[in-house]
């Protein structure tokens, strides 16, 4: 199957700096595409999602930006917290099916 | 309110042993999923439940791994004749509905040690 991938497996921020992750999909019958958070030794916790019929989706201080053109996701954090600080995975699936495809993760550091 | 539980929380196990992993769900919740999680690794797709049937049951690695669901609530991940390879969390989700587009929700998962 397709897999999601990530550009960065890791990246490091200032506090209060706003903070961009980014990720590439692959399968263009994606249509449904989701942020996790994931902190040490706990099970992944949603963040946002958004569907192909749209380009932005914003929630509480995140921003989720679709570029279906380049097959391209990213979760943008406002003021990036030492709370934020986790592995982000972004995923994705196919509407049929009832799946998600997951990427490697993304570590946030959040230096003080 | 409850979220999703899994048990045990860490699991050591002798190569060649078969183990058992149990998910208890968000009450209601139709759709129940299995992942797991080698260590720094991402999210595995093992399989997926629509009730107490598996329709994608397309990530299991081997016929060592099966799993079932019963009264469209706990579901039990099998393990048979584990191997060191095995070793990851093992991580449970459900969402209220089978589709996509609904939020899955995690549990703490299992972490499984195979010596």
């Known amino acids: 199957g397709e897999s999601v991938g990530l550009h960065l497996p890791t990246l490091s921020v200032q506090e209060g700096d706003n903070s961009i992750i980014n990720c590439a999909y692959s399968?263009?019958?994606?249509?449904?595409f989701i942020w996790y958070k994931q902190e040490s030794g706990k099970g992944p916790q949603f963040i946002i999602d958004i569907r192909s019929n749209m380009d932005k989706r914003q929630g509480q201080r995140v921003t989720v930006l679709l570029n279906k053109t380049v097959k391209h996701l990213s979760l943008q954090i406002a003021a990036t917290q030492p709370g934020d600080s986790a592995v982000y995975f972004c995923g994705d699936g196919r509407g049929s099916q009832g799946n998600l495809i997951f990427g490697k993760g993304t570590k946030l550091s959040v230096k003080p | 309110g409850a979220g999703v539980s899994q048990s045990p929380s860490n699991k050591v196990t002798e190569k060649g042993k078969d183990v058992e992993l149990r998910c208890d769900p968000i009450?209601?919740?139709?759709?129940l999923y299995w992942y797991r999680q080698r260590l720094g690794q991402g999210l595995e797709f093992l399989i997926y439940?629509?009730?107490?049937?598996?329709?994608?049951k397309s990530g299991l690695p081997s016929d060592r791994f099966s799993a079932e669901r019963t009264g469209e609530s706990v579901s039990t991940l099998t393990i048979q004749r584990t191997q060191q390879e095995d070793s990851a969390v093992y991580l449970c989700?459900?969402?209220?509905?089978?589709?996509?587009?609904?939020?899955?929700?995690f549990g703490p998962g299992t972490r499984l040690t195979v010596l």
């Open positions: 439940f629509q009730g107490n049937s598996a329709p994608d």
């Open positions: 989700a459900s969402s209220p509905q089978g589709r996509l587009y609904n939020e899955q929700f």
């Open positions: 009450s209601g919740h139709t759709a």
């Open positions: 399968n263009s019958a994606s249509d449904y």
